[in-house]
């Protein structure tokens, strides 16, 4: 699982306000020896699903290329991720028409 360093301090810093029971779980995500939680940066790749996963998270567009049944290539761009439609192996995306 990743998160984030500003994820991580905001989870402990509200944990504080919020809870007053014991933090020490809460204490050792913001550490950054812990990795309970992995840092984001420390993963980010070039590779197809690391990019995918980046413009969902961050609601970058994108390009898209995918071949048909027949074997042609479709080319699309101006590709944004449909928030909430992500179901296992699948994501709708929309486009732009060319």
Known sequence: ???????????????KEL????????????SSESDAFLDEKRFKTTDGPSVLM???????????EYLEEDGSAVFLEGCHCIPGT?????????YKEG
């Open 86 to 94: 992500y179901k296992g192996s699948f994501l709708k995306i929309e």
């Open 54 to 64: 980046d413009c969902l998270k961050n609601e970058k567009s994108f390009y898209m």
């Open 1 to 15: 699982m990743q998160l984030s360093s500003y994820g991580k301090n905001r989870i402990l810093q509200v944990s």
């Open 19 to 30: 809870f007053q029971e014991d933090t020490a779980f809460y204490e050792a995500l913001a």
